[in-house]
C-alpha cells in the first residue's frame, strides 16, 4: 500500500515537474526547480566514502570494459560519513564537476536536494517496485527521486556462536540477558570483552543512539518531526549505553571504534557481542587466517530493553550531482551499479545488504548468506533517521551528548534534557 503510495506520488510529482516553468510550486510543497537535461556521454567519477567492501571497484571495472568510452574512475573519500559529507558539501558549493555520481549517505538526500546539488531522477527508468520500499524513500525527497538505493543496510548482533554453545546459551534478546551472558562467558575467556559498537564521535554514534532508544520502545525524533527525548524509553536507551561503559561491558577502547575498528577487534576474537552492518559477515568469516571467529560466530537480530530491539535504517544511494558534465552516463552507470545482476554479484562478493527485495527470499543466497531473513527483518523494522536539511546539525548534537555521557561527564538525565533542548531549535 505504502509503495503505491509513493509510486503514485513519484509519478504525479513527476507530470508537475515536466509541465512546471522555470520554478513553479506543487500542491503547496517546496518549489519545484527545474529539471536538469540528463545528456552528456563520456568519462565520469563516483565519489563515494572508503570502499570497505572491497567489490567496487571489480564492478565499475565490468562497466568500463563494456563502455570503454565513458570510463568510471573511482574516488574513495574517507570511511567516516561525517568526512565524506564534507567533501561532497566543498564539492557542491565550489559547482565542481570533479565529482559526478555520488554514493550518498540515506541521511543525506534532503540536504542534497534541497540545495539543488543533485538532479532530479527519472523515476520510471528505474524498477523502484522492486526494491525495499522504505529504501526508496530514503532516496526521495518532496516524493521526488534524487538518489536511486543500492545498498541497504539494517544494524545485526553479531556473537560468538562458539562461546555461546560452551554456555549453553541462546542468543539474547534483551539487554539484561546480554549481560547475563557476558557474565557466564567471560570468566572463562580472558582478553575478551563482552559487547562494542560504533561509539566513536561520528555518524556511527548517532546510529548506534538511535538504535538504543528505538530498542527502549522510544524515538529520536517522533512523527511530528520534533525531539522524544524528554522520555522514559530514551533515557534507558542512553544508560544502556553509559552503563555499559561504567560497568566494563563495553571496553573503554570501543569509544574510538568506528566500523573498521570494531570489526577488526571482532575478528581478533576480543568480543563476544558486535552491534555491525552486514559487510562484516564475509570478511569476520574468511578462512585465509585473516579472522580468528571464522566458523565460530553467527548473527542475531539486536536485542533491546525488553525484547528484539530495532535497528537504524542504513544504506546508500546513487545521485547525478548538478555539476557533473555527462550526467547521460552517470544516470546509465546507476542503472548498471543499482541493477538485480550487480546487487547480487555484490552480495556474493562483500556480503553488504541489497536493496533488491527478492534477493532477500532467494534459497540459493540464504543458503549461503543463513543471517538474510534476520537481515530483512532488521531493515523492515528499522527506523530511519530525520529527514530534514539540517540532519548535520541534528547529528552533531546527539553525538556530542552521547559521547560525553558516555565519558562520564554529566549524568543522563541532564544529556538527554540538554539534546531534546538543542533538537527543538534544529527541527522549530
Ligand atoms: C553505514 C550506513 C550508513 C551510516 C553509517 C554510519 O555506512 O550504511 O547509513 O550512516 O554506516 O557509520
Known amino acids: 500500500m505504502a509503495r503505491q503510495g509513493l509510486i503514485g506520488r513519484i509519478g504525479i510529482a513527476a507530470v508537475l515537474v515536466l509541465t512546471a516553468s522555470a520554478c513553479g510550486t506543487d500542491s503547496g510543497s517546496r518549489p519545484t526547480p527545474p529539471q536538469a537535461a540528463l545528456d552528456g556521454v563520456g568519462p565520469i567519477t563516483l565519489a563515494t566514502g572508503k570502499d570497505t567492501s572491497g567489490n567496487l571497484q571489480n564492478q565499475i571495472d565490468g562497466w568500463n570494459s563494456a563502455h570503454p568510452d565513458q570510463r568510471v574512475s573511482l574516488i574513495e573519500l574517507p570511511e567516516n560519513a561525517d568526512a565524506q559529507r564534507q567533501q561532497m558539501v566543498q564539492n557542491a558549493q565550489t559547482r565542481s564537476d570533479t565529482y559526478a555520481v555520488l554514493n550518498l549517505d540515506v541521511i543525506w538526500t534532503a540536504e542534497f536536494a534541497a540545495n539543488q546539488w543533485v538532479v532530479q531522477l527519472p ?27 543500492t545498498n541497504s543496510d539494517g544494524g545485526l548482533l553479531y556473537y560468538r556462536k562458539d562461546l555461546l554453545d560452551a554456555a549453553g546459551l541462546t542468543p539474547p534478546k534483551t539487554w539484561a540477558e546480554l549481560s547475563a551472558a557476558c557474565a557466564k562467558v567471560l570468566p572463562a575467556n580472558p582478553g575478551t570483552s563482552c559487547y562494542a559498537g560504533q561509539f566513536e564521535k561520528y555518524e556511527g554514534l548517532t546510529v548506534n543512539f538511535s538504535e538504543a532508544v528505538n530498542s527502549a520502545g522510544g524515538a529520536v525524533v517522533g512523527p511530528d518531526g520534533k525531539p522524544t527525548l524528554d522520555t522514559e524509553a530514551a533515557r534507558k536507551g542512553l544508560e544502556f549505553l553509559v552503563n555499559g561503559v561504567k560497568s566494563g561491558e563495553i571496553p573503554g577502547k570501543a569509544r574510538t571504534f568506528k566500523e573498521e575498528e570494531g570489526r577488526r577487534a571482532f575478528q581478533a576474537g576480543e568480543l563476544v557481542f558486535h552491534r555491525q552492518w552486514p559487510y562484516q559477515y564475509l570478511k569476520a568469516a574468511a578462512t585465509d587466517g585473516s579472522s580468528a571467529v571464522a566458523g565460530k560466530f553467527a548473527v542475531a537480530p539486536l536485542p533491546g530493553l525488553t525484547g528484539p530491539g530495532s535497528s537504524t535504517l542504513g544504506g546508500h544511494n546513487l545521485a547525478v550531482s548538478a555539476f557533473a558534465k555527462n550526467k547521460k552516463t552517470a544516470l546509465e552507470f546507476i542503472k548498471y551499479l543499482s541493477s538485480e545482476e550487480q546487487q ?18 532467494d534459497p540459493a543466497l540464504t543458503a549461503r548468506f543463513p543471517y538474510l531473513p534476520t537481515l530483512k527483518q532488521s531493515i523492515l523494522g528499522a527506523k530511519r533517521r530525520p529527514a530534514v536539511v539540517k540532519y548535520q546539525e541534528v547529528s552533531t548534537a546527539i553525538q556530542n551528548a552521547v559521547y560525553d555521557a558516555m565519558g562520564g561527564k554529566g549524568d543522563v538525565g541532564g544529556a538527554l534534557t540538554g539534546l531534546q533542548a538543542r533538537l527543538s531549535e534544529l527541527t522549530k
Do not use: C, H, I, M
Open 123 to 149: 523515476e520510471a527508468e528505474f524498477p523502484l517496485d522492486k526494491l525495499l520500499p522504505a529504501t526508496v524513500e530514503t532516496g526521495t525527497y518532496f516524493n521526488r527521486l534524487y538518489a536511486v538505493p
Open 344 to 361: 547480487r554479484a555484490n552480495l556474493e562478493k562483500s556480503s553488504q545488504a541489497p536493496t533488491w527485495a527478492a534477493l532477500y527470499d
